[in-house]
């Protein structure tokens, strides 16, 4: 049984007390001015000579987290535990740095023996609560946070977190609530407004939006800590904002480090070995889009390594996936600093990111540098606004050469559509019936199955104008949530349009029905600032035109590069105006949408949007390019790949 420090001081000369006692005075100045390797030195002085002293080894522990050495912090204050388990402060901290190396239900263990000596450890509930999330146990996760406001009802993070957690169970509108407490009780509390305002989104409410939205810009511009990146696709069309909101992001949550060094040198690879990363690999719109990449790649050239960080739901896709690779990780377990770490081992050469700063993403792997050169795709619509990523996979519609300089990586402009597009998805035979699709059995459906975030003011505007224009036609959206549904019928009869002409469809059990059915739907009207993605690529492969207009993020251009992919740019609107008038025309002239649908139909195996292979071979040749400049001591540049 190790000693308590009064019973060591007990036993201790009296000189060697008042030594020991000086060092630990030297050693807390020292960590409270930042001189971290001075405040280590007097810790370890004293250790010598009172080995299990417990305010040293819980300061070294400390000292070890504030480095984000989190294993040698878990081995040190769980020491500290050790010499005195009665000590509140030590079990919090040893629960944080659990709970940074994942070691959640550990972490949750410890965060309650502190709240077993502290009661009113408000912070141990809230931490707490964040481990819960982390493990999905939402319910729990609400309980630890309520927790929190009860003992600190001005704990504006508990609050922030809560909505979080309310959000992600989809309660919404409660997830609004508790984001305006924690507005109320700090105003300025980091990235706050973007979640708000997009949990808001999710749901269609849009009380107060222009003037929120004005509010929020303008802090970005002023370089505000107001929203994290992915919201600010959504809420701003303009790509120095984008940029803004990420490197804002990045410098408070994902700074760069060198705890891994310098790469060795390397001899130039008979095989790249390319990297991907992602918690996605499951039946996910990214998974969908890029399986068949992963499948055509040269295997007798390139060996493709799937970090998976997300969880393993062993679907159909993961099965899939799971045999594309030369070898697939389960890597979910593991700290950001040990992923990259990992990564090193297998000598990866570019290490690629299909996260960005989705949810559940881990940026923080590419912070310490899992390869030599780091390359951002498809998950993210954006600049990252890092330093440490080299290169960002576009074209020259979504990233014209005009804005080259809003993103922070390098371009790699592929040929066609940057948006790999898997075309052995299966459509199934079945024919809908207009009725069995839920709509009316004559009438002009226009449709847009993008997620309800996406949707604007405008947008729905323009979308009841050309409702009014339209006689009998109908807009055939997802049913994303009950609320959304509800406040965009609202919304419906305040632009004076009967809300029964908003058709809902609800979700199908089978990707391959859902294809099937948008094709009782007429035209794809799509929304801007963040245009379809995923959704864009399911209506044309199903034989649905698009109607879009390019804004200017790369989010806003999506749908213009797959249409001209595909050789339909007459779909391309070239203002907001544009498009209105071009879907009313369409939806007037029958003889011309069945010349376009004809023509998308005659496409869709012939023209680059949906040519797997093709694409492949488009995007390895930027990887060799990468290699190449990389191995001859040149700098990432922009790549413009040839047809």
Same mark, same amino acid.
């Given at each position: 049984?190790?000693?308590?420090?009064?019973?060591?001081?007990?036993?201790?000369?009296?000189?060697?007390?008042?030594?020991?006692?000086?060092?630990?005075?030297?050693?807390?100045? #020292?960590?409270?001015?930042?001189?971290?390797?001075? =405040?280590?030195?007097?810790? /370890?002085?004293?250790?010598?000579?009172?080995?299990?002293?417990?305010?040293?080894?819980?300061?070294?522990?400390?000292?070890?987290?504030?480095?984000?050495?989190?294993?040698?912090?878990?081995?040190?204050?769980?020491?500290?535990?050790?010499?005195?388990?009665?000590?509140?402060?030590?079990?919090?901290?040893?629960?944080?740095?659990?709970?940074?190396?994942?070691?959640?239900?550990? #972490?949750?263990?410890?965060?309650?023996?502190?709240?077993?000596?502290?009661?009113?450890?408000?912070?141990?509930?809230?931490?707490?609560?964040?481990?819960?999330?982390?493990?999905? @146990?939402?319910?729990?996760?609400?309980?630890?946070?309520?927790?929190?406001?009860?003992?600190?009802?001005?704990?504006?993070?508990?609050?922030?977190?809560?909505?979080?957690?309310?959000?992600?169970?989809?309660?919404?509108?409660?997830?609004?609530?508790?984001?305006?407490?924690?507005?109320?009780?700090?105003?300025?509390?980091?990235?706050?407004?973007?979640?708000?305002?997009?949990?808001?989104?999710?749901?269609?409410?849009?009380?107060?939006?222009?003037?929120?939205?004005?509010?929020?810009?303008?802090?970005?511009?002023?370089?505000?800590?107001?929203?994290?990146?992915?919201?600010?696709?959504?809420?701003?069309?303009?790509?120095?904002?984008?940029?803004?909101?990420?490197?804002?992001?990045?410098?408070?949550?994902?700074?760069?480090?060198?705890?891994?060094?310098?790469?060795?040198?390397?001899?130039?690879?008979?095989?790249?070995?390319?990297?991907?990363?992602?918690?996605?690999?499951?039946?996910?719109?990214?998974?969908?889009?890029?399986?068949?990449?992963?499948?055509?790649?040269?295997?007798?050239?390139?060996?493709?390594?799937?970090?998976?960080?997300?969880?393993?739901?062993?679907?159909?896709?993961?099965?899939?996936?799971?045999?594309?690779?030369?070898?697939?990780?389960?890597?979910?377990?593991?700290?950001?600093?040990?992923?990259?770490?990992?990564?090193?081992?297998?000598?990866?050469?570019?290490?690629?990111?299909? =996260? %960005?700063?989705?949810?559940?993403?881990?940026?923080?792997?590419?912070?310490?540098?899992?390869?030599?050169?780091?390359?951002?795709?498809?998950?993210?619509?954006?600049?990252?606004?890092? %330093?440490?990523?080299?290169?960002?996979?576009?074209?020259?519609?979504?990233?014209?050469?005009?804005?080259?300089?809003?993103?922070?990586?390098?371009?790699?402009?592929?040929?066609?559509?940057?948006?790999?597009?898997?075309?052995?998805?299966?459509? =199934?035979?079945?024919?809908?019936?207009?009725?069995? #699709?839920?709509?009316?059995?004559? %009438?002009?459906?226009?449709?847009?199955?993008?997620?309800?975030?996406?949707?604007?003011?405008?947008?729905?505007?323009?979308?009841? /104008?050309?409702?009014?224009?339209?006689?009998?036609?109908?807009?055939?959206?997802?049913?994303?949530?009950?609320?959304?549904?509800?406040?965009?019928?609202?919304?419906?009869?305040?632009?004076?349009?009967?809300?029964?002409?908003?058709?809902?469809?609800?979700?199908?059990?089978?990707?391959?029905?859902?294809?099937?059915?948008? @094709?009782? =739907?007429?035209?794809?009207?799509?929304?801007?600032?963040?245009?379809?993605?995923?959704? #864009?690529?399911?209506?044309?492969?199903?034989?649905?035109?698009?109607?879009?207009?390019?804004?200017?993020?790369?989010?806003?251009?999506?749908?213009?590069?797959?249409?001209?992919?595909?050789?339909?740019?007459?779909?391309?609107?070239?203002?907001?105006?544009?498009?209105?008038?071009?879907?009313?025309?369409?939806?007037?002239?029958?003889?011309?949408?069945?010349?376009?649908?004809?023509?998308?139909? /005659?496409?869709?195996?012939?023209?680059?949007?949906?040519?797997?292979?093709?694409?492949? @071979?488009?995007?390895?040749?930027?990887?060799? @390019?990468?290699?190449?400049?990389?191995?001859?001591?040149?700098?990432?540049?922009?790549?413009?790949?040839?047809?």
């Amino acid at each position: 049984m190790t000693p308590s420090s009064d019973q060591m001081l007990q036993e201790l000369d009296e000189a060697t007390v008042k030594r020991a006692s000086a060092k630990l005075g030297e050693g807390f100045a #020292a960590q409270q001015s930042g001189r971290l390797a001075d =405040a280590e030195a007097a810790y /370890r002085e004293v250790l010598k000579v009172m080995p299990g002293q417990f305010d040293a080894l819980h300061m070294l522990g400390v000292i070890a987290a504030q480095v984000q050495n989190f294993t040698l912090a878990a081995e040190l204050i769980g020491s500290a535990v050790d010499a005195d388990p009665e000590n509140a402060t030590a079990h919090y901290n040893l629960g944080y740095v659990l709970e940074e190396l994942r070691q959640y239900l550990a #972490a949750i263990a410890s965060y309650d023996q502190a709240i077993a000596r502290k009661p009113d450890h408000f912070v141990a509930y809230n931490n707490r609560g964040v481990a819960l999330h982390a493990l999905n @146990r939402l319910d729990h996760a609400i309980v630890s946070f309520d927790e929190a406001i009860r003992i600190n009802p001005n704990y504006a993070e508990a609050y922030y977190n809560r909505g979080v957690a309310l959000s992600d169970k989809l309660d919404h509108a409660a997830a609004v609530a508790s984001f305006d407490v924690a507005r109320q009780l700090n105003p300025d509390y980091p990235f706050l407004e973007g979640m708000r305002l997009y949990t808001k989104m999710r749901i269609c409410d849009w009380r107060n939006f222009d003037h929120e939205v004005a509010d929020l810009r303008l802090k970005l511009e002023r370089g505000e800590l107001v929203t994290p990146p992915w919201p600010a696709l959504a809420l701003t069309n303009s790509c120095a904002l984008q940029r803004n909101a990420a490197r804002l992001w990045v410098e408070a949550k994902h700074p760069g480090s060198d705890a891994l060094g310098a790469f060795a040198p390397r001899q130039r690879p008979e095989k790249i070995r390319v990297g991907y990363f992602s918690m996605d690999f499951r039946n996910h719109p990214v998974a969908v889009l890029t399986a068949g990449l992963f499948e055509a790649h040269n295997r007798d050239a390139f060996e493709t390594y799937a970090f998976s960080y997300g969880p393993n739901t062993q679907d159909d896709m993961r099965k899939r996936l799971s045999g594309a690779f030369h070898r697939f990780i389960d890597v979910g377990n593991k700290t950001d600093q040990d992923i990259a770490a990992m990564a090193r081992a297998f000598k990866i050469d570019i290490a690629v990111d299909l =996260a %960005g700063y989705t949810t559940g993403s881990r940026a923080g792997i590419f912070a310490f540098r899992a390869a030599p050169l780091q390359v951002s795709y498809l998950g993210f619509a954006g600049t990252s606004g890092a %330093g440490y990523m080299d290169y960002l996979i576009a074209d020259e519609t979504v990233v014209p050469p005009a804005s080259l300089a809003f993103y922070d990586e390098k371009i790699v402009a592929l040929p066609h559509c940057y948006q790999a597009n898997d075309r052995s998805r299966e459509i =199934a035979p079945k024919i809908f019936s207009r009725a069995e #699709a839920g709509l009316p059995p004559s %009438g002009f459906v226009f449709c847009c199955f993008n997620r309800a975030y996406k949707i604007t003011p405008d947008v729905f505007a323009r979308w009841m /104008r050309i409702l009014r224009r339209v006689d009998s036609s109908v807009l055939w959206l997802s049913d994303n949530h009950p609320a959304a549904t509800l406040n965009l019928r609202q919304e419906a009869e305040r632009a004076g349009v009967d809300p029964q002409r908003l058709i809902f469809a609800p979700q199908r059990a089978s990707s391959a029905e859902h294809l099937a059915r948008q @094709r009782a =739907a007429d035209l794809f009207l799509d929304t801007l600032p963040f245009n379809a993605h995923t959704t #864009a690529g399911d209506a044309l492969w199903a034989g649905l035109p698009v109607l879009t207009v390019a804004g200017e993020g790369l989010a806003a251009r999506v749908a213009a590069s797959m249409l001209k992919a595909i050789d339909l740019p007459e779909l391309i609107a070239s203002t907001p105006e544009d498009y209105e008038a071009r879907a009313v025309a369409l939806a007037a002239d029958p003889k011309r949408l069945q010349d376009i649908k004809a023509k998308l139909e /005659r496409n869709r195996l012939t023209a680059p949007l949906f040519d797997v292979q093709q694409f492949t @071979r488009h995007l390895e040749d930027a990887y060799r @390019r990468m290699i190449e400049r990389q191995y001859t001591g040149l700098p990432p540049e922009h790549i413009r790949v040839a047809p």
